[in-house]
Each structure stands twice: as C-alpha cells, then as structure tokens.
C-alpha cells in the first residue's frame, strides 16, 4: 500500500510562487515514476510535470518555463515549484506515483489532492 500527502496548496495572487510537496510512505526510488497532475472542475487530471524513476524531470508545455519538479529521496518527497502563478493554474493538484506490478503494468497511487487559488 502506497500513501501520498501532498501540502503546500493555498491562495496566492497571480505572479506569485507556491512549492507544493508530496510526501510517499516508503521509498521513492521503488516507483517506476512520479509526477503531478492538476485538475479543473468538471475535467479530468491533466499531467504537468513528471519524474522518472532516475530522477529525470519533465514538465508539460503549458507549464514550462514556470513550474520545475524535483525530489528529496532522503525525504521520501517529491516537489513541484511554481512561480509566476497564472489565473489558470487555479486547480487541484495531486501527486501520482507508478508501482511497478506484474510484467509491463503498474499500479497508480494518488494522494488526496491540494488545492492552490490564484488570484487577481
């Protein structure tokens, strides 16, 4: 069983920066990956930014430029920065991580979700 608490979500005006974190119960380095992913209401879990089980980051277009992922393995933690916050990245953010499964497959977690209000 896999647990994710992600925290730092709250309301910031636009230009500002919000780091949020994602804490797994357990090794980070037993994923086959992790990443975050936001969410409008009424949408489904659009995916922003990713890191693979090495390490190596990748963040979506829409976000790039302003949101870089990173991690803390000694923290079991994984973080997304944010700065120059848009209106539009007002969403709930989760954290994802792969668990390797049978053959090819795995198995995705996700935490409970936080939530981050840009404001005007």
């Known amino acids: 069983q896999v647990q994710l608490v992600e925290s730092g979500g709250g309301l910031v005006q636009a230009g500002g920066s919000l780091r949020l974190s994602c804490v797994a119960s357990?090794?980070?380095?037993?994923?086959?990956?992790m990443g975050w992913y936001r969410q409008y209401p009424g949408e489904q879990r659009e995916l922003i930014a990713t890191?693979?089980?090495?390490?190596?980051?990748n963040v979506a277009d829409s976000v790039k430029g302003r949101f870089t992922v990173s991690r803390d393995g000694a923290k079991n933690t994984i973080y997304l920065q944010m700065n120059s916050l848009k209106l539009e990245d007002t969403a709930v953010y989760y954290c994802?991580?792969?668990?390797?499964?049978?053959?090819?497959?795995?198995?995705?977690?996700w935490g409970q979700g936080t939530r981050v209000t840009v404001s005007s």
């Open positions: 357990g090794s980070i380095f037993r994923f086959n990956g």
């Open positions: 994802g991580a792969d668990v390797p499964s049978t053959g090819l497959n795995f198995v995705r977690y």
């Open positions: 890191l693979t089980s090495s390490g190596a980051p």
